[in-house]
């Protein structure tokens, strides 16, 4: 593990050049869930635009239910909060494309600050040469006076080496300063990525999502890979990876088992565990 500048209210607003997002900015030494504080600041009716950081998390979350590994000092552990009202057409774009388009911010950022390419993994995990640098968890809720409201929640492996990880994920993790050799400041990552993902945001409410779709193709590792889908009744297909629905969805040609058995069939997966599969 690497020493790392502490994080700070007025170190990360030194830099912050958003419009919107993280003018308000709780900052926690420890939580067990930056997520699971956010909801209960959205059901209290906090702004527009809040975000939560933590130095640490005891309970940190990922994807599909599991555990987010969460050190003290290291990594960056945040969660967004947006209640901007969305037209019934377009609420279920917005929230199809939020992971997605969070993802693509997340890369850019850390691009930005470190020269390291970062891809994503379908629908939101972020790869450097295939090891997982970071993930998102998107969840939505209802206040009781304040109406529905979003969260992203972001982890980010930043300062911690290969000896740092649990022995179950030194195969598959890594961190900027695993891969580069560089100690990256929090507070300018942090701040790179609310600039980023307020541009995503905006450009997702104004335009859609056809420009952003464009540049998550490109980045998008898992299109044109063959790979092993775990659904969430546990059954499994493997198939060629093909694109990206209009609704964010994964589009997979299934593995033909008879030939002759006509055009190979193509599914659109929303929810499912995916795992490249190397040929």
């Known amino acids: ?42 059901q209290a009716e906090v702004e527009h635009g809040t975000v939560v950081a933590a130095d640490s998390q005891t309970a940190g979350r990922g994807r599909l239910s599991r555990t987010w590994f969460s050190p003290p000092s290291t990594n960056l552990y945040c969660s967004v909060i947006l209640r901007t009202a969305r037209p019934p057409e377009r609420l279920t774009e917005w929230l199809s494309w939020l992971p997605l388009v969070t993802a693509l911010a997340a890369a850019e950022a850390i691009e930005q600050v470190s020269s ?15 090891r997982k640098v970071g993930g998102i968890l998107c969840e939505s809720g209802t206040g009781t006076r304040s109406g529905p409201f979003q969260i992203i929640g972001i982890g980010i492996n930043v300062n911690g080496d290969h000896d740092d990880w649990p022995a179950d994920l030194r195969n598959s993790a890594t961190s900027i300063w695993q891969e580069r050799k560089i100690i990256v400041d929090r507070n300018r990552l942090l701040a790179q990525l609310l600039l980023e993902l307020e541009q995503c945001l905006d450009e997702l409410t104004l335009h859609g999502m056809n420009r952003l779709a464009s540049a998550y193709h ?23 990876a093909e694109g990206i629905g209009q609704d964010g969805s994964l589009r997979v040609q299934l593995q033909t088992t008879q030939p002759g058995s006509g055009s190979p069939e193509i599914i659109s997966l929303r929810v499912a565990d995916i795992i490249h599969v190397r040929i």
């Open 1 to 42: 593990m690497q020493p790392s500048p502490p994080l700070t209210r007025h170190t990360i607003h030194s830099t912050l050049s958003t419009t919107w997002l993280g003018r308000r900015i709780e900052l926690f030494d420890s939580l067990p869930s930056t997520n699971r504080e956010a909801v209960q600041l959205a």
């Open 116 to 130: 390291i390419h970062v891809s994503v993994k379908w629908p939101n995990d972020l790869l450097i040469s295939e």
């Open 218 to 240: 490109q980045r998008c590792s898992t299109i044109g890979h063959t790979v092993r889908a775990t659904l969430g009744n546990g059954d499994i297909v493997l198939g060629l």
